[in-house]
């Protein structure tokens, strides 16, 4: 028996075009999606683009660097689809049993606080937003860790039971903490200034996510 490989890397070949023009097919569409989400709110597929924004995650990063477009915008409509899936869920889970991921380079460049196998200690020196979040969130029972990095998010979610989670970090960095805690109802909050000391974040969207669970405190 004989075989044609002239005709299999022909019909590979052709096979490797149809994916491609097929995954570039997917990002158009999802291109659309994100126009009419960003321009009416409406969630269409919710489910459908989270999969295929999770499956074809490089291939699609890829292609909007490739055409010149900010590829956080993968990222961005990731996040924001979660959020919105998981938002009545999150609400329905007690503040008793959600953590909260900050990332330390939230830090002031002065921060007394620190380094501890659970994280940054936080003093709340008042530097910066971290003692603010961290006096409203830990007595409302929430469990408040402040990151390095993801070696620490993965300790700290072995080490503890939990439901619902809220993360706040830049755009790669919470939708990967995001996908890889898909399972625990996460809701994420994008920095609005990224670097390494100083970062900044609307704490008022913090605050919101955190008192969201209030009436599990006044019931």
Known sequence: MTFDFELIYSLLGRLIILIIILIIILFIILLVFRRIFIKMGIVIFPKFFLFLIDTLYSPFKSIARLI??????????????????????FENIPAEETLIFLPHCLRHRDCPATLQKEGVNCTCCGLCSIGAIKKKAEPMGYKLYIVPGSSFVKKIVMENKFKAVIGVACHEDLNQMMMLLSDFCPEGVLLKKTGCYETKVDISEVLKLINSKNHHNTS
């Open 68 to 89: 010149k477009l900010d590829d956080h915008l993968i990222d961005d409509l990731s996040i924001q689809i979660r959020n919105d899936i998981n938002k009545k869920k």
